[in-house]
């Protein structure tokens, strides 16, 4: 059998290219020296390898998909699937060269159905478009994504990405319902069912979701969706210090009020949006909490006035609540603008992604800075502070030697402190190649033995997505 550590040339040559243009069609084909380097990187921009990929290909159907990855098998050539690229962790860089598959050209909708609460869909759909289609008939698909404009289902399923409402509405893990997948040889399977319940054999959706392209290629989607709320409304609540604002939190759970979003942004994040994208945001204030409520409008009515009141309690300085559709739009706008905004301040930006348990918060957010001021690195404290998942935005030079040294250093302490904390190193940017040498770190020596043996049961050749996560 195939072990995990196997390493493997890409063999590629003419032959094989003409095969695939064969298979996909010359059109759907980028084989050029120049094309083929923006596929290089992910949205980090991060040079994972010296490697380019072999080829591009923009396979239209999962019968392609098949022939492609039985050809891949057949000589050992990696396969990458990607959608928009906008991971930050290595995810879709093709550290072994070979084959990516780009499915925007697999984008269709292909129901929506109002009866059963579910919709089918291809790899390649926008998440922000898919949003605003089941919205035109009464319903609500829930994940989003800070990027959810070019954010792609495929890739939200290979990361099982979360966002903001992930405190409410949980992340699209909870919301895939069955797939079709092709397997590394080419097999073609059907996981789960276009039903809400469903416990029949082992659950392999949930296993190929969140799994970052490594165990099978998705072609097709069943999702859930839930009927969309009433009426919503956001705020901004001010604080001198992070622990009044983590305190807050902490009161609006304990007096069981369900926002769908908690998000909580630093000053210096604010600080960097305003000058990037101004909207009126105050920067004197060490926190801010985006707090949104959501469903009929008594209860959102109800909510709202009991949240500015904790808030209130726990020292809120100022809080400043949309009253328009305009006003809401201009403050999500901002708050998704925030690593563009980061991107302001250097030539790069790397968005790390740690989970602790909510009551850690403080001490997360105190660490992330410590180790900042050691390493002397621009940071943004940021993130879905209702789950515990922070997203420390890192700005900095990666050609200059000192500090890509210092940023790596920051890094492992970063994860050591997460792990510390009761946390763990991702809640929905994923392993990618970026953490992969950090994995140990959040799992024991049994789950790394089993995650590898399932890795080799799916993918003997190791062919799909290498040097990712194990």
């Known amino acids: 059998m195939t072990t995990i550590s196997k390493t493997h040339e890409t063999s590629f040559d003419k032959n094989i290219l003409n095969t695939l243009e064969k298979i996909a069609g010359k059109k759907n084909i980028i084989s050029d020296r120049e094309g083929l380097y923006a596929y290089a990187f992910d949205c980090a921009h991060i040079p994972y390898s010296d490697k380019n990929p072999c080829v591009v290909v923009f396979p239209q159907n ?131 069912a276009a039903t809400v319940k469903n416990v029949t054999g082992y659950n392999l959706t949930q296993l190929i979701v969140g799994s970052e392209g490594t165990l099978a290629v998705v072609t097709e989607a069943t999702l859930r969706l839930i009927p969309v709320p009433e009426t919503t409304n956001v705020l901004l609540a001010y604080f001198d210090t992070i622990e009044n604002a983590v305190d807050a939190v902490s009161a609006v759970i304990n007096n069981h009020l369900t926002p769908s979003v908690v998000d909580l942004i630093d000053k210096k994040t604010v600080q960097t949006i305003e000058s990037f994208y101004p909207t009126g945001l105050l920067c004197d204030k060490e926190a801010v909490l985006l707090i949104e409520i959501d469903g009929d409008n008594a209860s959102v009515e109800h909510q709202q006035k009991k949240i500015m009141d904790l808030c209130n309690q726990y020292g809120a300085k100022y809080i400043d609540c949309a009253h328009n559709e305009e006003q809401r739009a201009k403050i999500w706008t901002a708050r998704r603008s925030a690593f563009g905004a980061c991107a302001q301040l250097a030539p790069n930006v790397i968005t790390e992604d740690v989970v602790v348990p909510r009551s850690k918060i403080s001490e997360l957010s105190k660490g992330i800075l410590d180790i900042s001021k050691k390493y002397n690195l621009i940071t943004m404290v940021m993130g879905h502070i209702g789950d515990g998942n922070i997203h420390p935005n890192f700005a900095l030079d990666l050609r200059d030697k000192k500090q890509r040294e210092n940023f790596e250093k920051a890094k ?53 997505n290498p040097e990712k996560m194990l």
Do not use: W
Request: glycine share 12%.
């Open 62 to 192: 999962t019968l392609q998909v098949s022939e492609i990855l039985k050809l891949a098998n057949e000589h050992c050539i990696p396969v990458i699937a990607r959608g928009a690229s906008t991971n930050h962790a290595g995810g879709c860089a093709p550290v072994k060269g070979g084959i990516i598959l780009h499915f925007s050209r697999m984008n269709k909708i292909l129901e929506i159905n109002n009866k059963d609460l579910t919709c089918r869909v291809q790899p390649g759909v926008i998440v922000g478009e898919l949003q605003k289609k089941v919205l035109q008939t009464g319903l609500f698909f829930p994940p989003d994504p800070s990027n959810l404009a070019v954010s792609t289902i495929g890739g939200g399923i290979a990361l099982s990405s979360g966002g903001p409402r992930a405190f409410k509405y949980g992340t699209f893990k909870d919301y895939v319902l069955s797939m079709e997948v092709v397997l590394a040889d080419g097999t073609i399977i059907n996981t789960g």
């Open 412 to 464: 492992t302490e970063l994860f050591r402190l997460a792990v510390s904390l009761g946390g763990t190193l991702s809640g929905e940017h994923g392993i990618g190649c970026q953490k992969a040498d950090f994995l140990p770190l959040a799992l024991d020596k049994t789950a790394m033995k089993l995650m590898k043996q399932i890795k080799n049961v799916f993918d003997p050749n190791y062919i799909l």
